[in-house]
């Protein structure tokens, strides 16, 4: 009995430390900041076949095959009615000024919406495939919009940007439109 | 009279001074199956019960089934289009996965970072039956 007893009182404390292991574990999941963006989990892949008709009559329509061949491209998903898709619009102005070829998905728009959208804020895309039922969207791993995909000369999704690129991570996009040329 | 008619009726519109930012999300009509079932029950019910374990990616805390969201309405008529097509629910579920992660689905699955979710609570009700049997098993006072 004696010589058990260091041992006991070592392992009397054992469920108690437990349970403040556990409660600490399920504060620090309650506590931290959520993350409330949807990674795609197509990065790496290649870019899934689709062919979308124009959404205006200004630019042709896009499809995959549009989206290979020689160096990276920007592939935006964006829509007229996307508040946030007006506030990047001067930032993907500079990466056309840059020299960035851009091709837009356009989401659920209609084409006099994205007619104004475009005279409102410019137009720096080659291509606007209309995605009427999200069809595109789903199938890069889209969740929202505005979201930018970095497609390399091989067809390849590289890089997702989830939201508007803001004018700081201008040059950060340039830098994964760099890395995508290897 | 009058003038209460017209109060009336500016309370009555005083909503939509609201509720016009709302509406302005899109302004297409929904995907063909967003909102209507497929004309076989059978299939209906099999992407019903899909729908149920499909996170709306827009709303987070809700199935598709489940949301208004536009991208929901799309992802439905998706689900439903490609039942009838035949296609097998595990199948789409496994689509959707590959593209969004596990995180679009709400049914649990083994993998090799949720196994410890399954094992742990085997694990634990083992120890407990050793425990317990060490302490009334036997029938041997020791």
Redesign the interface.
Known sequence: MSDQAPARRWTMWLPLALFAGFVALVLYGMLRPAS?E?????IGKPLPAFALRAAVPERPGLSSADMQGGKPRLLNIF?S?CIPCAVESPQLARLQAAGVEIHGVA????QA?VQAFLARNGNPFGRIGAD????V?????S??VPETFVIDGRGVIRYQHIGDIRAEQVPMILEKLKEAEK | MRRLIAVLALLCALPLLFATPLAAQDSLPPAPYAYRQLDDPALEAKAHALMLTLRCLKCQSQSIADSDAPMAGDMRSQVRQRIAAGESPEAIRAWLVERYGDYVSYEPRLSPLTWPLFAVPAALLLVAFLLLRRRFGGGKPR
């Open positions: 409330r949807v990674e795609s989990a197509m829509a009615w989401i659920r728009d209609r919406d009427d039922v999200s069809a969207q789903m199938a890069i791993g969740s929202g």
